[in-house]
Each structure stands twice: as C-alpha cells, then as structure tokens.
C-alpha cells in the first residue's frame, strides 16, 4: 500500500494501543506486512512512479509532523506512524537504483503474495484504511 496509507495505519495502532513502545513498534511492522496482503493498487508501476513515491513520502513526513506538532501526540509515539511506512523505502530505493524488483523487506519479495488489484478498488480500500485510521487517530490520541 501507499506509505501515506502505512503511516496513517501506524499512527491509529500507535495511538491505540499509547505503548509500551517495543510492542507498538513491532504491531506497526507487523500492520506493514498484514496491509500488503490486502488487493490493493500501487503507483509503482505507474509511467510516473518515482514522482508519485516521493510525493507520497512527503505526504507521510507531513501526517507524522501533524500528529506530533499538532495533535500532540508524544514525538516517539506519532514517530511509529514514519516507521510503519519505513519498508517502503526498499521500493523507493529499488526504483532509484532501476533495480524495481530486488528487494529487502518480506511483504515486497517477488514469492509473498502482495495484495495487488485495479484502481477502483485498490484505491478505494487505501482511502477506507486512512479515513478509519484518522478516526482512531482523533478519538485515541494520547497527549
Ligand atoms: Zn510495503
């Protein structure tokens, strides 16, 4: 899924389960991998996947920052939200280096079965993940 999709996800697990941090950062790594398995669409094999990617990490960065700045999450709790969006760094960095297909994170091997389908649908299952997320965010958040 989109790193915006992973981070809002993060953040919602984050803010529900306020700790302690080694079980929260393992919940949000495991949420990654859960999340890939579901059909879902990827720009990654669109004509302007490198464009797209770093305008969703921007997009991640920026939701992190609200939580934290904003929302006033505590920082190292709003920071899990980044981390669950973090193995899509391995995408970024296996198109950049033109390599699409090589990469180090399980749910983005060639053999894991990762959740792929149209746009319709692979786009709207990510905006019914990130609206339940914002929810959770908002009636959780510890401050
Ligand atoms: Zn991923």
């Known amino acids: 899924m989109w790193v915006t999709t992973h981070v809002l996800a ?7 389960l306020g700790g302690p941090w080694w079980l929260v950062l ?22 302007h996947g490198v464009i797209y990617g770093c305008c969703d990490f921007l997009a991640g960065l920026t939701l992190w920052l ?6 006033g999450m505590p ?3 709003a920071f899990m939200g980044p981390v669950s969006g973090a193995p ?3 995408v970024l960095f296996a198109e ?4 699409p297909d090589v990469h180090w994170f399980p749910s983005h091997w060639k053999r894991f079965p990762h959740g792929r389908s149209g746009r319709l649908w692979g786009i709207g299952v990510q905006l019914v993940f990130m609206a339940a ?9 510890p401050r």
């Open 10 to 16: 993060g953040l919602a697990i984050a803010a529900a």
């Open 26 to 47: 393992v919940a949000v790594i495991l949420a990654h991998v859960l999340m890939d398995l579901i059909p879902h669409w990827d720009y990654t094999r669109s004509r």
């Open 66 to 71: 609200v939580a934290w700045l904003v929302l």
């Open 75 to 77: 920082f190292w709790l």
């Open 88 to 90: 899509d760094w391995d």
């Open 96 to 99: 950049l280096r033109g390599h």
């Open 133 to 141: 997320s914002v929810a959770v965010v908002l009636a959780a958040r």
